[in-house]
């Protein structure tokens, strides 16, 4: 099954999921995101930044017919998410604490041992992020990390992700009228 299909078909489990609650080298942020106050955020380093855009861009890789996590905006969606004003601190807290149980995690499991997870190659992060995943904590932190990627993909480009519709071209979905103008986001309200 391709990954447009699997989304498309995932939709309502997504759904119910919610509502409960990068590349093979070392990752620069892409030319859109170096205007993020990654300190707006408290107490994530760069090293955190770094190492969630790994792990979206591992989870959802750009393909040549498909946007990735990089495309949609994915660590924009969600630093602006986590620095919002109305975020629940926990939100907060559990991502910063997830992130640095994965970079521990990392150094103690990779064959490279002490490796940043985002020095890893490729197949390496892959092994990591499945060991992860068997981790009861892992495992919420990851379900939490997709979720994030989804919200991105489909969000309104009002909220950070999902410029200009691209995720909505690429599943060819025709989002509802009016957008929310800036002045109207959620948290403004």
Sequence with gaps: M?????????????????ASSIVNAVITPPKSQTDLNFSSVKNFSDSD????A??????????????????????TYLH????????????????????????????????NSGADFSNLSLEERELILRKFEKEAAGKRWLINILNYL??????????????????????????GDPHPPANKRYWLL
Excluded at 49 to 52: H, N
Excluded at 152 to 173: C, F, K, M, R, S
Aim: without cysteine.
């Design 2 to 18: 391709d990954r447009r299909v699997f989304i498309l078909r995932s939709g309502g489990t997504l759904a119910a999921v919610s």
């Design 54 to 75: 790994t792990v979206q861009d591992h989870l959802f890789p750009s393909e040549t017919s498909a946007p990735g996590a990089v495309e949609i905006n994915a660590l």
């Design 80 to 111: 602006d998410y986590l620095s919002n004003p109305v975020t629940d601190p926990n939100d907060v807290t559990f991502i910063l604490s997830g992130t640095h149980l994965l970079q521990t995690f990392s150094k103690q499991n990779s064959a």
């Design 49 to 52: 930044w770094v190492t969630i």
């Design 150 to 175: 989804f919200e991105a993909l489909l969000t309104d480009p009002v909220y950070g992700g999902n410029p200009d519709g691209i995720g909505w071209q690429w599943l060819e979905h025709r989002a």
